[in-house]
């Protein structure tokens, strides 16, 4: 097939799944063309040795990039990203209608920042089917400078007509499924494919003495938290449960983030002697740290829009073979506890997750071990890359050739890679 990508982002901004779908595809034989902006994420600066200009494509076997200018917000609020994305909606146009004019298909990787440009292209392509993959719902409240919530009414409107243009909407998670249905998708267009991660890294590895050093004190149990000291995570929650098992376990908290420092000050304020802040790491490194620890922790706060999303650390750590303990609702918990790959509890609720470290402290080497066999076979047999690729193609296929009807149901079987 020719096949058309539309992505904000894509490598070597941190776009894994557009640039591994992207380099997947090709290898597997079709002819793959990517349209994208120039690469400014997260810090909203294009990076040191690019320049934005209108013809910038490169190309490899089977895989073209073409690159079109957008207003990078620099360290902006809403509405320079605002004009970021309406930016990109009138580039991408610009170049799209013809170097994705004969496509057979146009995939779109549809966070909120591609509503625009999607919406429009979908539009001035006409007849060409797409697929859209949706990794979250936007739900941000319209900040007190967005014109009173038109904006984010503007981004919903545009999100809405792509839904219904869609021949096709895969979703990163299962309750995401029904929030796409709520804000206008056809119930029977909608798929899930859950995320894969990087296998070339996140894959199981011995722990070194320099992990090790890194990780542990002595033999008491380990939880760790690798990644992102946010908003969304609620790391304070864990801060307080560990002080209360400050004999029993270790917390280790690896990586940084906006709340880094309100999670370091409550520590100090309760004295928690057991819990230590490890500056952030390569990815190469990480599996290392994860088999010096004995259980990785995923938290997340108890919003409804982070029920339907599943951090792509789970993923990250059942590829690796560790079990996890899952402070979170909705289908983050819900995957853990069908996999049975450790042990979860209500998001935000520090007693709870107190009770949950004292458990994992008690289980035994062997069964956790256990716990993380069984979540790497998880991985594999639901949210590994190549079954994930085959799934995005097979929809792909099906909307290319018309194997999707109107009503959105296949009239072929299922693919099962």
Not at 136 to 154: C, F, I, K, L, M
Not at 244 to 266: F, Y
Not at 288 to 307: H, K, N, S
Request: include cysteine; aromatic fraction near 6%.
């Amino acid at each position: 097939m020719r096949i058309g990508i539309l992505t904000y982002h894509f490598p070597p901004e941190p776009a894994f799944i557009p640039g591994s779908l992207a380099e997947e595809l090709a290898a597997r034989g079709h002819e793959v063309r990517v349209l994208t902006g120039f690469p400014d994420y997260p810090g909203g600066h294009v990076y040191p040795g690019w320049r934005q200009r209108w013809r910038h494509e490169t190309r490899s076997r089977g895989l073209t990039v073409r690159r079109v200018p957008r207003y990078s917000t620099g360290d902006g609020g809403v509405r320079p990203r605002m004009a970021s994305w309406l930016s990109f909606a009138g580039s991408a146009a610009l170049v799209g209608r013809r170097y994705l004019a004969d496509v057979d298909v146009l995939y779109v990787h549809q966070p909120p920042a591609t509503a625009f440009a999607s919406a429009t292209l979908l539009r001035l392509l006409g007849r060409v089917p797409a697929v859209l993959h949706v990794p979250d719902v936007w739900t941000e409240q319209a900040p007190e400078d967005s014109d009173d919530g038109r904006w984010a009414a503007r981004v919903r409107a545009a999100m809405t007509r792509t839904y219904r243009a869609a021949s096709a909407i895969a979703v990163s998670a299962p309750s995401l499924r029904d929030a796409v249905v709520a804000v206008g998708a056809d119930p029977s267009r909608v798929r899930v494919v859950l995320n894969w991660t990087d296998e070339r890294i996140f894959r199981p590895a011995p722990a070194g003495s320099a992990a090790r050093g890194l990780v542990r004190r002595d033999e008491r149990c380990v939880v760790m938290h690798a990644g992102t000291i946010g908003v969304r995570q609620g790391l304070e929650t864990a801060v307080r449960a560990a002080v209360a098992l400050e004999n029993t376990m270790d917390l280790v908290l690896v990586g940084s983030g906006a709340d880094e420092r309100r999670v370091r000050g409550l520590a100090a304020e309760l004295r928690a002697d057991n819990v230590r802040f490890v500056d952030r790491r390569s990815p190469l490194d990480m599996p290392e740290l994860y088999a010096a620890a004995d259980y990785q922790l995923i938290m997340l706060r108890d919003l409804p829009a982070l029920r339907s999303t599943v951090p792509g650390k789970l993923q990250a750590a059942l590829s690796c073979g560790v079990p996890v303990v899952a402070s979170a609702g909705g289908d983050t918990a819900a995957l853990v506890e069908r996999a049975r790959a450790g042990l979860s509890c209500p998001p935000e609720d520090w007693a709870s997750l107190a009770d949950r470290f004292w458990l994992a402290a008690t289980i035994p080497p062997p069964a956790r071990a256990e716990m993380g066999r069984r979540g790497r076979e998880a991985y594999l047999r639901d949210m590994s890359l190549p079954g994930g690729v085959d799934r995005i193609e097979q929809l792909l296929r099906e909307a290319a050739t018309g194997g999707l009807r109107q009503n959105g149901q296949s009239e072929r079987q299922p693919h099962n890679g």
